[in-house]
């Protein structure tokens, strides 16, 4: 089973626009075995979406990792579709995302999970820059309800918002993107006891809560397609701008700025976001706080830039 698990990736159907005619066969988890349900070369009709939606188990569907190519072209050809409103393709952006950013943290070979996530950035940047209003879509469909994966997503959706307002250029944002990605993989190494943990952790609990940085930096370090500005966003992201972060304690400009725009969107994203245990704050609200409460933890000037990320944008109808 768990062989022929790392022959597939999840995708969520809600990133297929129905009657398109597929490139790539699907399949469902039944009973623990892949099976096939739809051959490439089929149309996804709105029956067949409702029969797929009662067999399969929980919410996925999957393709064949040697499929992957075809699947990733079939997403690129409805973004670029001039049939498709913005609205929709940041929403089949964010859903072809979702679930391939879940692999990050269950696939068994998180080498697979890690090239396969490459495109979900590359669709975004050539997105922001295609459709002048992409970024206020993105950012309305983010931050409404909490899982662990759709965090990661959320988190380098804001960082490519707000590397762009800090004028990086294609190839940076895509760096960026991926680092801010991938801050959190090593939390792959913490057992979900401490990770889903209802309440305040224990001392010992927290103690190794506070390792996913490094754990992240040697998965990541293992990788040969990683750049040092990707291990920088995962490694220092709980670094703090004056110096009491872990696990280096780097201070100010010490800290990669792509770890210190993470370090902001992380927070700005678990401060708007609904967990069991806590009330989201509103967009500005969070920023206040951000800003009088624990201001000495970010960067000043990309704390202020943050501001014009969230609502200097037009406003989008997706929230
Ligand atoms: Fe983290
Ligand atoms: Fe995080």
Known sequence: MNSEKSSFLKIRLSSIHPSTQLT???????????????????????EKLQLLDSKAQGDFFYVQVSEWVAYKTFIQEQINSSEIAPLEKAQILKASSMAIVE??????DVNVA?????????????????EPEAMAHLIGLSGHDFYTYNHSLDVSIYALGLGKALGMNPKEL????????????????????ILCKKGPL???????????????YVILNANPTITDAMKAACFEHHESFQGNGYPQQLQSHEIHPHARIV???????????QRSYNTPLMPLDALVMMKEKIHGRYDPDMLNAMYSVLFNQKKSNAS
Do not use: C
Request: no cysteine; hydrophobic share 40%.
């Open 24 to 46: 790539f066969s699907i399949y469902v988890l039944i009973n623990g075995k892949f099976t096939l349900y739809l051959r490439s070369g089929d149309k996804l009709t709105f």
């Open 103 to 108: 692999e990050l943290f269950e696939h068994p």
């Open 114 to 130: 890690l090239d396969s996530s490459r495109p979900i950035i590359e669709n975004f940047v050539t997105f922001m820059q295609a």
């Open 174 to 193: 895509e760096e960026l993107g991926l680092g801010s990605l991938f801050h959190d993989i090593g939390k792959r190494n913490v057992s979900l006891d």
């Open 202 to 216: 224990s001392k010992d609990e927290w103690t190794i809560m506070q390792l996913h940085p490094q754990y992240g």
């Open 263 to 273: 370090a902001i969107t992380d927070t700005y994203d678990a401060l708007t976001t």
